[in-house]
């Protein structure tokens, strides 16, 4: 009987964590979604530090912050040739629900929003959600294709080096 209660336990966290994952942006035009053995405390302090690209990401050399760490922080990022940058405004930020959204507002082909949330799924796991919403602007140094595998390749590494750094 245990069992079978555990069962149905883990069985509704996980749906409750879908739909909450869903919540998010489920219009999303990239998503990225990861299921880790960790607590979602331990993953969100992770992830609410914002000004740390540059240890997660070899995109970034440098970040330059400025402005509160939350709603109308800002950072520079650089390339670790320090030949590209892009700007990102933080525009929702939220510890309770362990969310927070950024646009980047310029530096790279497209009017771009991303959101990371972490849902709790109980028993030491949770799952990061990882939404873009995006307007690509044609130009002759990237299609729309290598922008989304960019994109893509981006964040998968920036969760990973997370989570490693959660653990």
């Known amino acids: 009987m245990k069992n079978l209660i555990k069962t149905i336990t883990v069985t509704t966290l996980l749906i409750l964590g879908s739909l909450s994952a869903n919540a998010q942006n489920s219009k999303a035009d990239l998503s990225y979604v990861s299921t880790v053995k960790l607590s979602a405390d ?7 530090v914002m000004d740390n690209i540059d240890k997660i990401s070899s995109f970034v050399g440098k970040v330059d912050w400025t402005g509160p760490k939350g709603v ?7 390339a670790p040739d320090g030949k590209g940058k892009f700007r990102e405004n933080i525009i929702k930020f939220d510890d309770n629900q362990r969310t927070y959204t950024w646009q980047i507002v310029e530096g790279v082909p497209a009017k771009v929003t991303n959101s990371f949330k972490v849902v709790d799924l109980g028993l030491n796991k949770s799952m990061i959600v990882w939404t873009s919403d995006y307007d690509f602007m044609e130009n002759p140094n ?21 989570v490693k750094m959660a653990s």
């Open 42 to 48: 331990k993953v969100w302090e992770q992830i609410r």
């Open 72 to 78: 109308g922080g800002s950072r520079l990022c650089t």
């Open 142 to 162: 990237m299609t729309e294709e290598q922008f989304k595998a960019f994109m893509q390749g981006a964040v998968s590494e920036m969760i990973e080096n997370m």
